[in-house]
């Protein structure tokens, strides 16, 4: 299948290094965007060689929205199907991709009731929540699922049996271990079998579970320190700037948590000079209730609060978490993933365009919806208010309307 997109009025890349790119064309085929340039005549950005908008399937008119690629929340909390047992509702995920969000990446299989917590039932808990997810996409979302709860007594051919049957993500912090220390050595083995390791960071989320600081992460040593502004509950101020100084840690700010403390976060990687450490997620499902526009309000209060220019933040909700996750969406760029998105300003506001929504505070009202090269809605999402400018089909050659009004 083949869908263009043409008439953008801006391409916001997602890469933090590039986050702006020349154009007002994008091209998907089979899942991969093959084209980002000029589409009109004599644009002169080569999209209308072989690879242009001629024999598109769909053709998606943006009417001058800017692109972004599709949101990548790295802290959802997933069960099995589109069902979340915290808030008992179905249907969540779907309501994400109306938020922007094309992936989402699993926080461990935690709440799935009566979770196992012996390494067997652990190690079978992770391996069936990512094969049941390979077949799943829930209104077109990617759902990286199975991330191994750390438990005692897990072994090195445990962590080798995961692997090899596409195990990835491994997540400590709801252990039964006697300190945070104790994951340390799990971490390690996880690590030797290629895993991203996460680490639950704060105050306990869990009743009786003790809280983990910058002491113990820079001795477990994760790729993540998962929602660093607590989740909900934050470490000390003093432990923030050890984390950034002391290690490379990847630091993941949600919107269910502290909101003074991702302020610091931004601020203090941005006199490091290594705002690619900044990774926006939600960690949602939870007690705070399901969030399908999370990464929108986190992306505007960090444009708006923290003086962080707003492609940017678009950088960090997508390619800053591609990278760490080794995804290859996240980033409008030829022979990426095609999850594309179309955003505006809302109508009824005081700004003129996405850009200026987020520096002022605002949500973006979404236009449109591509994941894997396949419109999921044109039009308006039923989330976000409505864009100023109008998002349509052009052209499309399947029996398919994409919820588009005509
Ligand atoms: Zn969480």
């Given amino acids: ?100 969000v094309t992936a989402c990446i699993s926080a461990s299989e935690v709440h799935v009731p ?73 971490v390690a083995m996880a690590r030797a079998h290629n895993m991203v390791t996460m680490v639950h960071t704060g105050g306990s989320s869990i009743p009786g579970s003790t809280g983990i600081w910058a002491d113990h992460l820079l ?65 949602t499902p939870t007690g705070s209730g399901i969030m399908p526009l999370g990464l929108l309000y986190t992306m505007s209060h960090l444009a708006s609060l923290a003086g962080v220019a707003p492609e940017l933040t678009v950088a960090m909700a997508a390619g800053n978490n591609a990278r760490v996750y080794r995804l290859n969406n996240g980033v409008i760029a030829t022979g990426r993933d095609a999850d594309v998105v179309l955003v505006d300003a809302c109508s009824g506001g005081s700004q003129s365009d996405a850009l200026s929504a987020l520096r002022n505070g605002d949500i973006l009202g979404i236009g449109a919806v591509v994941t894997a090269g396949m419109p999921r809605f044109v039009g308006r999402s039923r989330n976000t208010p409505e864009p100023i400018r109008r998002v349509r089909v052009a052209e499309c050659t399947l029996p398919a309307s994409f919820g588009a009004e005509h």
């Fill in 1 to 100: 299948m083949k869908t263009a997109i043409v008439n953008i009025g801006k391409i916001l890349t997602g890469d933090l290094a590039n986050p702006v790119a020349a154009g007002d064309t994008i091209v998907m085929n089979g899942g991969t965007i093959v084209a980002v340039g000029n589409g009109g005549g004599g644009g002169g950005g080569g999209v209308n060689g072989g690879a242009g908008v001629n024999g598109s399937d769909v053709v998606i008119d943006a009417g001058g929205t800017m692109a972004m690629p599709g949101l990548i929340d790295s802290h959802v909390h997933i069960a099995f199907g589109d069902y979340t047992p915290r808030q008992k509702t179905v249907g969540f995920l779907e309501s994400y991709v109306h938020g922007g």
């Fill in 114 to 186: 009566g979770r196992p917590r012996d390494p067997a039932g652990v190690k079978a808990l992770a391996i069936a929540a990512h094969k049941s997810f390979e077949n799943l996409r829930p209104g077109g979302m990617r759902v990286h699922a199975g991330s191994v709860i750390l438990e005692p007594g897990l072994t090195q051919v445990d962590f080798g049996e995961m692997a090899a049957a596409g195990v990835w993500l491994a997540k400590a912090g709801f252990g039964a271990f006697e300190t945070p220390f104790d994951y340390a050595p799990l």
């Fill in 219 to 283: 001795k477990i040593r994760p790729h993540v320190s998962y929602h660093v502004n607590g989740g909900p509950i934050a470490m000390p101020d003093a432990d923030f700037p050890r984390l950034v100084n002391e290690s490379d840690i990847a630091m993941q700010v949600c919107t269910a948590g502290n909101l003074r403390t991702t302020l610091l976060v931004a601020r203090l990687l941005t006199e490091a000079k290594q705002l690619e450490r900044l990774l926006i997620a939600t960690d």
